[in-house]
């Protein structure tokens, strides 16, 4: 097979497994709730629905709001060619940039949807993307903190290279390996508005915190918002699962046999963590806004704990 293709493959395994993934991960809330729940397909029958309504602009909206449900659907897309995502070996597009830079281009679509929601005029957009800036000051840093680690630790940026150099005897059960991990998962969590930073279920305006920045969106533009954060969950659970714990799973060969192989082995370890992922949400309340930046410093700390322990050797 070509490597294009595989590379397509990967690219189109993040687009069409993460609704499924969102859908899995509401349906089993559900249960946990005593409810029956959604489908697991409820994800895509939404998004056909958003996507045959009409798009309504305020009249004193920019371009902005016009391109910024695009920026924000592509960047994961474009995240997804840097990372293993179904194979474990570089793919011709791999190289464009490291684990800064796929950094950069999440930061730079999640910029994209902050202005388009400042775009819109409305109160409750406006107050969310404060709260979310007040939250990012924590996130941003402890991003950088974790990449920097995993990079000094394998000596190279490539994702490619730092699951190799994570998976090895020496680092599998190391003290600063399960503190990246550890970091790494509290990153997840705030990143993508889930509980106890914010409920991605909730629609109390004044609660809202991630939610709050799509309040005004609709058509296809809300499709685009809601598909592009599934695929950043997505994108970000792959880093956590297949680049910081283990490649395990991973296709070693660009073979069709191989690739749906491991398309199956790597939805299993993402279903695993949502279910994980959503289990833990269970035995939380939502945290207060202030509450939040305890919670933030506290993943920072585990962080830089586990970057002082990979320093040392330990």
Known sequence: MSLYLAQALQVLFVLAFSPLLRGIMERYRARLAARHGPPIWQPYRDVLKWWGKETVRSD????????????????????????PVLLNFPLPFAWMG?????????????????????????????????????????????????????????????PFVVNETLAAPAWIFSPSHLLIITGWFLLLLAETGRIPIDNPSTSQELSMI??????????????????????KFTVLSII??????????LASHATALAIVLAAVLVAIKLSALG??????????????????????VAATVLAAVGGLAAALGI
């Open 60 to 83: 004193q909206a920019s371009g902005i709001s016009e391109w910024a449900p695009v920026a924000y659907f592509v960047a994961p897309l474009l995240v997804a060619m840097l990372i």
């Open 210 to 231: 991630d939610p709050a920045r799509t309040f005004e969106s609709s058509g296809p533009d809300l499709a685009l918002y809601e598909w592009g954060g599934w695929m």
């Open 275 to 296: 279910i994980i992922l959503v289990s833990i949400e269970a035995g939380f309340g939502k945290l207060r806004l202030m509450r939040n930046v305890d919670f933030l």
């Open 240 to 249: 956590l699962t297949n680049v910081l714990i283990t490649p395990w799973g």
């Open 98 to 158: 490291d684990m800064l830079g796929g950094g950069m281009v999440l930061a730079g679509g999640g910029l994209a949807l902050l202005l388009a929601a400042l775009d819109s005029g409305s109160v409750y957009p406006g107050l969310g993307v404060s709260r979310i800036r007040l939250i990012a000051t924590f996130t941003e840093p402890l991003s950088l903190l974790l990449i920097f680690i995993a990079a000094s630790a394998a000596n190279a940026t490539i």
